[in-house]
């Protein structure tokens, strides 16, 4: 287990260039981030986790169905295709939520277009810069958070801008770097009309986990589970993983849904 989460902290680690990063210039609504800094104005978070007040982690039903989710973190490390992973969900007709960082976007214009013109995949948001969500500037594996509610404002709603204006479609939810929040993060999330997303699986481990491993944490599912996995490390065993597990899955009478399909909880 050691070495599966030293494995996870390193991954996360090579995210941490993006604090230095220039970051990409977002179309703010007029007065939204002054607005929000107002509006939270002398809040003082106390939690600071995966699972604070208001992340939703499963599928608000009890049919047998589970949703997998797709981080797309973008940077120099984080910018890659699980071609393999996403070409055997088409394949297997299986839709998947993806939640897609504005650097990978970047990185990635046409394939972002595809995957985005696929009714099988809905696109989430992954943030600006991939930081976690918090407004006072807290750290996780190396990565440092935003500072204050403006920053927070910009890290989501310059993502859910970009994909608006390349879609056509606001994005309904949101992730940040790490998956890691603080309370007054989630607020100020739910209060731009983002839905924050969690998980109840963790798949890969961002993608660090072998094959058997992510057969392993996808074959414990339990109807409404929420997997969490990544798209973006062709060089991982992510896609073999899935792979080894759907049939079972689906064996088992396991239905795969996107998260617009069922209220979350």
């Not at 963790?202 to 072998?210: E, P, S, V, W």
Request: with cysteine.
């Amino acid at each position: 287990m050691m070495i599966i989460e030293m494995g996870w902290f390193l991954l996360l680690m090579v995210c941490a260039s993006l604090a230095s990063a220039a970051e990409p210039e977002g179309t703010l609504p007029p007065g939204l981030r002054e607005r929000i800094v107002a509006q939270f104005a002398g809040r003082t978070p106390h939690a600071w986790s995966e699972r604070v007040k208001g992340v939703r982690t499963r599928l608000k039903s009890s049919d047998n169905v589970m949703a997998l989710t797709l981080d797309a973190c973008g940077g120099g490390h984080g910018s890659g295709f699980d071609a393999a992973l996403i070409h055997f969900l088409e394949k297997e007709a299986i839709p998947a939520t993806l939640f897609v960082n504005s650097r990978w976007i970047d990185a990635n214009p046409e394939l972002f277009r595809r995957l985005s013109d696929n009714p099988l995949f809905e696109i989430a948001n992954h943030g600006l810069m991939h930081r976690p969500a918090t407004i006072s500037g807290r750290s996780i594996y190396g990565i440092a958070g935003t500072r204050n509610a403006a920053e927070l404002v910009d890290e989501i709603e310059g993502n859910a801008d970009k994909i608006s204006r390349l879609t056509g479609k606001r994005p309904r939810y949101y992730r940040s770097g790490t998956a890691y929040y603080d309370e007054v993060a989630v607020e100020i999330s739910c209060s731009l009309g983002q839905e924050v997303v969690g998980f109840s699986i963790l798949g890969d481990a961002g993608a660090t986990y072998r094959r058997d491993q992510v057969k392993k944490a996808l074959l414990a599912a339990r109807p409404g589970d929420i997997a969490l996995l990544h798209m973006n490390h062709p060089e991982g065993e992510t896609a073999a993983g899935v792979m080894a597990a759907v049939p079972e899955l689906r064996r088992r009478g396991m239905r795969f849904v996107k998260l617009s399909e069922y209220e979350l909880e």
